[in-house]
């Protein structure tokens, strides 16, 4: 009985977890968290978007994202990106679906 409790609560947590990814369309300043902010070991796309005078950086994730890097390693460009966007260790993360140039 005391396993099947913990079970059902350990997939409650992972659906709510889930649960609390919100998919949104983003627009800001594409670039690269390692060239451009130097604030990555590796190459890593980051979003930096501008609301109410606070900025806020989403490092992006996915597929869309890897194969997009080429265009925002090296120089800074202005970026509309959609996704679901969830909170890890500290910082915003978008899953990208679709992003372009703008």
């Given at each position: 009985m005391k396993k099947h409790l913990i079970l059902s609560?350990?997939?409650?947590?992972?659906?709510?977890g889930v649960a609390m990814a919100k998919?949104?369309?983003l627009s800001g300043?594409?670039?690269c968290a390692k060239c451009a902010l130097k604030a990555a070991d590796k190459c890593q796309n980051v979003l930096e978007v501008t609301e109410g005078g606070?900025?806020?950086t989403y490092y992006l994730k996915g597929e869309a994202s890897d194969k997009f890097h080429k265009e925002i390693c090296g120089a800074t460009k202005?970026?509309?990106?959609?996704?679901?966007v969830s909170d890890k260790d500290g910082?915003?993360?978008?899953?990208v679906t679709s992003?372009?140039?703008k």
């Open positions: 609560v350990v997939a409650a947590l992972g659906f709510a998919d949104v369309t300043e594409g670039k606070t900025k806020t202005s970026v509309e990106a959609s996704g679901s910082k915003k993360w978008l899953t992003i372009k140039a």
